[in-house]
């Protein structure tokens, strides 16, 4: 059943047409969580248009969308500097609609992000998580995150889980 929804994808960088669709994902993902709440990526200022914020530094920025056969949005996922650490990209805003889940769509969002954080020289991946979000973090872990003590970002305060990743 994987490979079968995996084989109809297409992961391709986001446009303004995704936008709205990426920020209802978001938002709802994290309200069904409970982390509707400052200090998460719900009142992010760019969340409503993700495409803009990207393609702004493209040489340091980029965030990609899984598109269903049907042309929908299924999730996102992207990359972007992190302040402070020159060779480390952080991991943004990682989601995939609840119908697409537990399919091996994050996994592919995650190695498309990932492949693009090396095209662009970074050499370790940051990201921060909630431990509300427990299926994420089973994944993160799997995927050769390794935890931190601490953050190494005051973006999101509500975070309570900080990976990172050497590439």
């Known amino acids: ?3 079968d929804l995996l084989k109809k994808i297409r992961i391709r960088p986001i446009g303004a047409a995704d936008d709205p669709h990426m920020a209802r994902l978001v938002r709802e ?5 409970g982390l509707d709440i400052p200090g998460t990526a719900y009142f992010d ?3 409503d248009h993700l495409s803009a914020h990207y393609a702004l530094c493209p040489d340091w920025r980029a965030y990609f969308i899984a598109e269903g056969p049907a042309g929908c949005v299924l ?3 992207g990359i972007g500097e992190l302040g402070g650490y020159p060779d480390c990209a952080e991991l943004q805003k990682i989601y995939v609609a609840p119908d697409a889940q537990r399919r ?3 996994r592919a969002l995650m190695a498309r992000a990932e ?7 970074y050499r370790r991946l940051y990201l921060e998580t909630h431990s509300a979000l427990a299926a994420a973090i089973r994944m993160y872990e799997a995927l050769g995150y390794r935890r ?7 973006l999101h ?3 309570d889980h900080f990976y990172i990743k050497e590439l």
Do not use: T, Y
């Open 157 to 159: 305060g509500a975070m």
């Open 148 to 154: 931190l003590a601490h953050s190494l970002s005051s």
């Open 45 to 47: 200022p760019e969340l």
């Open 115 to 121: 492949s693009r954080a090396k095209e662009l020289g």
């Open 1 to 3: 059943m994987e490979e």
């Open 75 to 77: 999730g996102g996922a």
């Open 104 to 106: 091996g769509l994050g």
């Open 29 to 33: 993902s994290l309200r069904r969580h």
